[in-house]
């Protein structure tokens, strides 16, 4: 081969390389090739947390079960939790690894029973014990359920206000809120009433999630706005009097807003300077921090849960199959 055309080689061979080390972010609409399936055949598939040596932990609302997930994608049941009562919305919902894991082995979890929600923890394998309970259940509907520990080390859940709008104006219900607790379900201390209740006025928060310290919440509305706010302690988010922006007095209204035909918001997660909120109108929203974006992996359909994982990757719950990402 002669010298030019060994050059002219060398230079294509770059070029190819230089072009295909280009991020698949730099695309304005990012396709379905930015994310991959790691397991499916999952039943009704809800919530994710990880272990400390990157196990992932996920529920599966109606099967009432708890597995491990590999970085290999391979799924191991490791226990059904008795107890859980399933409808359209309720089940075994969140999960949460306790932030001292390796000293004190307890995993934290939000489910429905015949009477209520309630948070439990246990240890793998064993019975849970109950530290939250009381939280209301409507015979379907807006059951809440996300749960996650915040940077101070408490444990944060969304509830819904059962089919009972009144319950979210309610300071002495736990339905419609948002909770902080100790992990032996008592108030946190510094919460604003006193009590487990750290925000309230809300309708079905399924999404939690910190950016710079700061907690965002998502919540599904009922016929116009669905919502993500952000949350302070002691603030009324305005339901049932408010669904999205209104102007009633001690009233916050929410950072975004959407029409409920189009985003029906669950999980929410931090990742790389973007939110990511789940949609069970299918896709998943990219968002700033005050709500602009829009919608990736559309062709995935309904969107359970997004969920930054200890390895740098995005993971992304469906009902029935569970997929990570690098987020564009």
Known sequence: MSLRRT???????????????????????????????????????????FLPDGTGLFTQKDAKTISRIDKAGKVTT????????????????????????????????YYTTSSDNRIAKLKLGQTPTPIVTG?????????????????????????????????????????????????????APGNPFNSRVYSYGHRNVQGLTWANGQLYVSDIGANRLDELNKIDPGKNYGWPTCEGPC????MTNPVKAWPTSSATPSGLAAYKGSLYMASLKGGTYKLDLNGNGGKLWTNLGRTRDATAGPDGQLYTITPGALYVSDGS
Not at 80 to 98: D, K, N, R
Not at 247 to 250: I, K, L, Q, R, S
């Open 247 to 250: 102007n009633t007095a001690g």
């Open 78 to 109: 490791v226990q059904t939790i008795p107890g859980v009562s399933v409808t359209v919305e309720a089940g075994l919902l969140g999960i949460a690894v306790s932030p001292k894991y390796t000293t004190d082995e307890t995993v934290f979890i």
């Open 7 to 49: 050059l002219a080689a060398t230079f294509a061979a770059a070029t190819a390389v230089s072009i295909a080390a280009v991020p698949a972010a730099a695309a304005e609409a990012p396709s379905i090739q930015a994310i991959r399936q790691l397991a499916s055949g999952l039943n009704q598939a809800w919530s994710i947390d």
């Open 135 to 187: 939280i209301p259940r409507g015979s379907q509907y807006h059951h809440g359920g996300r749960i996650r520990f915040g940077p101070d080390g408490y444990l944060y859940a969304g509830t819904g206000d059962g089919q009972n709008g009144a319950n979210a104006q309610n300071k002495n219900s736990l339905g419609g809120k948002v909770l902080r607790v100790t992990t032996d379900g008592a108030p």
